[in-house]
T-cell receptor, first 117, second 108 residues
Framework: EAGVAQSPRYKIIEKRQSVAFWCNPISGHATLYWYQQILGQGPKLLIQFQNNGVVDDSQLPKDRFSAERLKGVDSTLKIQPAKLEDSAVYLC???????????????FGPGTRLTVL | LAKTTQPISMDSYEGQEVNITCSHNNIATNDYITWYQQFPSQGPRFIIQGYKTKVTNEVASLFIPADRKSSTLSLPRVSLSDTAVYYCLVGVWGKFQFGAGTQVVVTP
């Protein structure tokens, strides 16, 4: 079974530039997550999708970050314009959705390491 | 969201048992407790999940007392490859967050 795919793996940009990250979840996984992980910290959830609808985006800095999952499969996370403090690893994860209220195991991709200069 | 507290780091020798305790005083009735492992330059990987009492799988055990205000991840007979950061999560689908994690270092 193929895992969660992300690209690019690394990106270096100047501040105020734009950048986009792509994620393809595991086939059949209806739920998709984007996390930001700053060095030395745990992953911080930015946005959670259920199919192509947003479940939670309360921690997404909406003035500069945007994300979409138009066809309910792959997803794109964009930063425009980037700031120095956006330097981090951006992780994508996916999980199955069930009607149960229990927490569902997430499968993570390798992440994209972003450096903003 | 339930806040979790874990030790920042733990050291162990190969072959020993490692126990990491996570405190989650404001856990809600429907919340599950989940542990993830993360190696450098990789995304986190699911280890184990439980609701109450004890859960065991091929890699770890999870002990949850009756009041559910804490949980302990037990890694039996660790090896060098178990050196990683371990995260405790508390919540349900759509409502959860990662804490700062515990860095476990295993030495020969």
């Amino acid at each position: 079974e193929a895992g969660v795919a992300q690209s690019p793996r690394y990106k270096i940009i100047e501040k105020r530039q734009s950048v986009a990250f792509w994620c393809n979840p595991i086939s059949g996984h209806a739920t998709l997550y984007w996390y930001q992980q700053i060095l030395g910290q745990g992953p911080k959830l930015l946005i959670q999708f259920q199919n192509n609808g947003v479940v939670d985006d309360s921690q997404l800095p909406k003035d500069r970050f945007s994300a979409e999952r138009l066809k309910g499969v792959d997803s794109t996370l964009k930063i425009q314009p980037a700031k120095l403090e956006d330097s981090a690893v951006y992780l994508c994860a996916s999980s199955l959705f069930t009607s149960s209220i229990s927490y569902n195991e997430q499968f993570f991709g390798p992440g994209t390491r972003l450096t903003v200069l | 969201l339930a806040k979790t507290t874990q030790p920042i780091s733990m050291d162990s020798y190969e072959g020993q048992e490692v126990n990491i305790t996570c405190s989650h005083n404001n856990i809600a009735t429907n919340d599950y407790i989940t542990w993830y492992q993360q190696f450098p330059s990789q995304g986190p990987r699911f280890i184990i999940q439980g609701y109450k009492t004890k859960v065991t799988n091929e890699v770890a055990s999870l002990f949850i007392p009756a009041d559910r205000k804490s949980s302990t991840l037990s890694l039996p007979r660790v090896s060098l490859s178990d050196t990683a950061v371990y995260y405790c999560l508390v919540g349900v689908w759509g409502k959860f967050q990662f804490g700062a994690g515990t860095q476990v270092v295993v030495t020969p």
